[in-house]
């Protein structure tokens, strides 16, 4: 069982990236999907997620308006889409699914630098 996550990178204050997160070893199908990101010095906090029908979604209120979270059961991946990055939101970024307290799974994490 593992989550992997990709995407992370540097980028200009303004600039877009966007991170994939993709499972191994189980089916993302019936799992709400969560991207948590933590700071250097801060708490980890959630950023976004999606239900496992992909119907309804959840921002930040950091983050509504500029990112994007989608999934693609088929191909057993979750992505977050970000738009007009700020330097606030360097952070690492990390994957979550989750079905219950038992099956709760985080990917490894994926830096995200902006710059000003």
Known sequence: VQLQA????LVQSGGSLTLSCAASGFSLENYVMSW???????AREGVSC???NGNTTYYSDSVKGR????RDNAKNTVSLQMHNLKPEDTAVY???ARWSPQYDYWGQGTLVTVSS
């Open 67 to 70: 990112f994007t979270i989608s």
């Open 6 to 9: 990709s995407g992370g990178g």
């Open 36 to 42: 948590f990101r933590q700071a250097p010095g801060k």
């Open 94 to 96: 990390y994957c979550n």
């Open 50 to 52: 999606i239900s496992s």
